[in-house]
Antibody, heavy 124, light 110 residues
Framework: QITLKESGPTLVKPTQTLTLTCTFSGFSLSTSEVGVGWIRQPPGKALEWLGLIYWDDNKRYSRSLKSRLTITKDTSKSQVVLTMTNMGPVDTATYYC????????????????WGQGTLVTVSS | QSALTQPASVSGSPGQSITISCTGTSTDVGGYNYVSWYQQHPGKAPKLMIYDVTNRPSGVSNRFSGSKSGNTASLAISGLQAEDEADYYCSSYSSSITVIFGGGTKLTVL
């Protein structure tokens, strides 16, 4: 059974750096074609894709946020870490990590298991 | 383009059928058959309902179906049930930004 859970601060101040950890079970990020993505959702608004890390450490980032994002993995701990710099009020959102449905195609970004999400508020 | 275009809301009565559209461009929906749909109930994480335009993951009811014509993808739900009331999001591979979501559609079962 695949599960994922996000953890990290619920409140960050403007200009600070956000670090969120996704701890997962039921799969290994060393297995071919596996990936873990990050998606966020501002309150009452739509989903926004942030980025993804693959089993082979390749990464893909949202073009609009690329300069602020870093995604890393610790395979031994079954964790993926999202870092987002220079946080602002517009970054207030629920942040989800999700398991990418394994596929050999680099074009298929389907998320079949999701964490419960963690609400991050940016405020001074 | 920041988001695929979906109607803000749709509604239907139990037992009826509805369709939700998702319009993009030739750099996303129209250019690739990598469209997916997610269902999200209030306060819950999204659930994958359709992938590769028409395919259903195991466990998803066959009342849900997907299609695509040109730059527009569609999600159809037949035999509406109260439990179908949720927000629905489309998503597509995009050659410009990798993954793009729609603005979301709120489905109300009357």
């Amino acid at each position: 059974q695949i599960t994922l859970k996000e953890s990290g601060p619920t409140l960050v101040k403007p200009t600070q750096t956000l670090t969120l950890t996704c701890t997962f079970s039921g799969f290994s990020l060393s297995t071919s074609e596996v990936g873990v993505g990050w998606i966020r959702q501002p309150p009452g608004k739509a989903l926004e894709w942030l980025g993804l890390i693959y089993w082979d450490d390749n990464k893909r980032y949202s073009r609009s946020l690329k300069s602020r994002l870093t995604i890393t993995k610790d395979t031994s701990k079954s964790q993926v870490v999202l870092t987002m710099t220079n946080m602002g009020p517009v970054d207030t959102a629920t942040y989800y990590c999700a398991h990418r449905r394994p596929d050999s195609s680099w074009f298929r970004y389907y998320f079949d298991y999701w964490g419960q999400g963690t609400l991050v508020t940016v405020s001074s | 383009q920041s988001a695929l275009t979906q109607p803000a809301s749709v509604s239907g009565s139990p037992g009826q059928s509805i369709t939700i559209s998702c319009t993009g461009t030739s750099t996303d929906v129209g250019g690739y058959n990598y469209v997916s749909w997610y269902q999200q109930h209030p306060g819950k994480a999204p659930k994958l309902m359709i992938y590769d335009v028409t395919n259903r993951p195991s466990g998803v009811s066959n009342r849900f179906s997907g299609s695509k014509s040109g730059n527009t993808a569609s999600l159809a739900i037949s035999g509406l049930q109260a439990e179908d009331e949720a927000d629905y999001y489309c998503s597509s591979y995009s050659s410009s930004i990798t993954v793009i979501f729609g603005g979301g559609t709120k489905l109300t079962v009357l």
